[in-house]
């Protein structure tokens, strides 16, 4: 029987590293092979119109903390609906993959003037991530999937379901005002993390990679951490 000490059911070890892995090999491998070729600038003008707002930056790196409390939420439901989570995300990235690689995108970012302590640290984002692999985002992406991990989820207080859609959201904006993506990036995330779920609970996908895991890693598949 599973402990109750556990975090995250020991069953979702295995399929939170291969979503890890997944999404690694997705936006850093792609680039060892894709930096000489061509890529395209989907910018407009309503993106011209976004101000550039450095102090975003705040919300653009403290997603990750975000993601985390949300992904041991999702691997914390009932085991069908945690694989239904756990599908979508590495459906989704095997989807971002290919894009990667058959239509690789860029943008043009702005010319940081100020010495902040927000405009340094755009400067250290833009020297440490390049302006690739944009379509779609996976920060919007990552930030979705963490919203569908908790929305339907009676366990979790409303208050919180709420503040994670409202954190989503924030995401997604936060990525336009850091000028790191554009707006049909944004969009492109958000579609395909609805559409990921939807995918996988209708066509099955789920069912199957719950029963792959269940091969691969037979312990571990007792009582499932509940949400209190």
């Known amino acids: 029987m599973e402990k109750k000490t556990l975090l995250i059911p020991k069953a979702t070890w295995l399929p939170l590293i291969l979503t890890l892995t997944c999404?690694?090999?997705?936006?850093?491998?792609?680039?060892?092979?894709?930096s000489g070729k061509e890529?395209?600038?989907?910018?407009?003008?309503?993106?011209?119109?976004?101000?550039?707002?450095?102090?975003?930056?705040?919300?653009?790196?403290?997603c990750y903390l975000f993601w985390l409390v949300n992904y041991i939420i999702g691997c914390r439901q009932e085991q069908e609906e945690a694989f239904r989570f756990l599908g979508a995300d590495l459906f989704s990235k095997m989807v971002c993959f290919v894009v990667f690689v058959v239509f690789p995108t860029t943008?043009?970012?702005?010319?940081?003037?100020?010495h902040s302590i927000w405009e340094e640290g755009m400067r250290l984002l833009y020297q440490i991530d390049a302006a690739d692999n944009l379509l779609p985002?996976?920060?919007?992406?990552?930030?979705?999937?963490?919203?569908?991990?908790v929305r339907k989820n009676e366990k979790i207080p409303k208050w919180y379901r709420v503040a994670s859609f409202l954190m989503a959201a924030s995401v997604c904006i936060s990525t336009l005002t850091t000028k790191q993506h554009v707006l049909v990036d944004v969009a492109?995330?958000?579609?395909?993390?609805?559409?990921?779920?939807?995918?996988?609970?209708?066509?099955?996908?789920?069912?199957w990679y719950m029963d792959v895991?269940?091969?691969?890693?037979?312990?571990?598949?007792?009582?499932?951490a509940q949400n209190k």
């Open 23 to 34: 999404n690694n090999v997705a936006y850093f491998g792609t680039r060892l092979f894709m």
């Open 39 to 62: 890529h395209y600038n989907l910018s407009n003008a309503l993106d011209a119109k976004i101000p550039f707002l450095p102090w975003t930056i705040t919300i653009y790196w403290g």
């Open 107 to 114: 943008n043009t970012r702005p010319t940081i003037e100020g």
């Open 137 to 149: 985002s996976i920060h919007c992406l990552a930030s979705w999937l963490s919203f569908i991990a």
């Open 188 to 207: 492109a995330g958000v579609v395909l993390g609805e559409f990921s779920y939807w995918f996988v609970g209708k066509s099955g996908f789920s069912k």
């Open 213 to 224: 895991m269940r091969k691969l890693e037979p312990k571990g598949w007792g009582k499932w």
